[in-house]
Structure formats: C-alpha cells, structure tokens
C-alpha cells in the first residue's frame, strides 16, 4: 500500500506541481530531477535566504544544476514572484514564446494571475502561422495557451496510459538494455522528449537518440502524446533519473 501511495503522490506532484516555498523536503523529492538530498538543499536555502521569488533562483541552490533545473523548472510554482509565468506550468525555456503571445494578443503579464485569459485561444484565428511567428511548434504553442488560460491545468490528462509490462513498476525494475513498448511523449523540449514508462518516473529521450537521421528539433521527429518504443541506456535511483533511446530497437 505505501508502494501504491507513493506512486499516486508522484503522478500528482510531476502534473500538478508542487509550490516551492511551502512544499516540504519529502514532496519536492518527488519532483522529476530532485534527489532527496536536493530537495533537503532547497529547504535549507529557502529557510535561509527566505522565499524563492524567481525560479531561477533553484540554480543557486547547492548540487541542483542546469540538467536538474531543466527537468524541475516546469512543475516548481511559485505564487506572487517576480514573474507571473513562474506560477504556472509553462517551461522557462518557453518564457520568451509566451510573453511574445501575450503582447501579439494584447495581454500585459498580469492577466495570467488575475485570471484573465480563459479566452486567450479564442483570440487565436491561426495557429500555425502564429507558431511560426513565434519561433515554436504548433503543439507547443496549443499548450502555452491552454495553461495560461488556466494556470497549473495538466494538458497530458486526457492522453493514453502506457502499455505495461507486468514485471516493470518501478524505476528499480528497469535493466539496462530493457526495451518497453507503448510508452507515451509527455513533454517535448529542446534537448529531447519525456516518455511515461509507467514506473511513475518519466524517462529522458536525449535529441541524439530519438532518430537515426539528423534533426534540429525533437519536433521533426515526435510530438506530445505520441505512443513510443524505448530501450532503457542507463537508470539512476539515487538521482531518479532514465535515460532512454528510441534508435536501434
């Protein structure tokens, strides 16, 4: 039972987020990237230089590093900060498209806390043309709209479960070299693809493993929701990290 309950506490916080200046050691623990000793290490900081007021600000905090930001940065909230972004779920790799949709679209920051953008897609007449406008995917963009209309909505919700081995559960389950098949494209960024393995731990795809050709952008070869097959390269349990590859399966 605390297996089960563990992994539902998980599903939540990595869907949800989690607010970083009340969560507790044990819950930011469960952040995709934070290792218990980092999430002790936020604590501390917190509890000595006060409230975070910038996500940027987890790059300060001992032993979490760009790879471990890059992975926590999206479910970290932060509730009246110096950027109203950093209360929602967009990626800070995203700030830049988001801020450029909200002037195109006549929005100053603040409407995202004020909850004033429940209509911002329907002020949208083509999303392809304002992707491009935007330097993003199409995809990207339909999900930076969906969460600033509401702040904090997960858009994986309604996507297909992965199909499960019944001898994997767990991140300890997993074997160098195990190929699992039916695994789902949660969240797309510049350096790769996050796939739902069903072990309540997504797995990184890096751009380099995704496809035998060359590409710029995972993008060209995957998009959010796709059903996958990946090998399993490397699983650290300590750092509660997958690295996984799609190439050669």
Same mark, same amino acid.
Request: aromatic residues 4%; neutral net charge; glycine residues 16%.
């Given at each position: 039972m605390g297996e089960s309950?563990? #992994?539902v506490v998980e599903d939540c916080v990595n869907k949800v987020g989690v607010d970083l200046n009340t969560a507790s050691a044990p819950l930011l623990s469960y952040i995709s990237g934070i290792s218990s000793a980092i999430a002790k290490n936020i604590v501390a900081y917190r509890e000595e230089n006060g409230r975070f007021t910038d996500r940027k600000e987890l790059l300060k905090v001992p032993k979490l #590093?760009?790879?471990a930001f890059e992975q926590c940065a999206g479910f970290m909230r932060i509730s009246e900060g110096k950027n109203p972004l950093d209360a929602t779920g967009v990626h800070p790799e995203s700030y830049?498209?988001?801020e450029k949709l909200l002037k195109k679209q006549g929005y100053e920051a603040d409407a995202i806390t004020a909850h004033q953008l429940t209509g911002l897609g329907l002020t949208i007449g083509d999303y392809k043309k304002l992707a491009e406008e935007l330097g993003i995917g199409e995809i990207t963009l339909r999900d930076i709209v969906k969460e600033l209309e509401k702040p904090a909505r997960d858009p994986r919700d309604e996507m297909p479960k992965p199909i499960l081995r019944t001898d994997v559960l767990e991140m300890k389950d997993l074997k160098e070299g195990m190929v699992l098949k039916g695994g789902t494209v949660r969240n797309v960024i510049d350096f790769g693809v996050?796939?739902?393995i069903g072990v309540h731990q997504d797995g990184l795809v890096h751009i380099s493993q995704i496809t035998d050709r060359y590409i710029k952008h995972p993008l060209e070869a995957v998009s959010v929701g796709d059903i996958v097959d990946v090998k399993v390269m490397?699983?650290?349990l300590k750092k509660k990290r997958i690295q996984?590859?799609?190439?050669?399966i």
């Open positions: 309950l563990n #992994g #590093g760009p790879k830049a498209a988001a996050f796939v739902d490397s699983v650290d996984l590859t799609m190439r050669g």
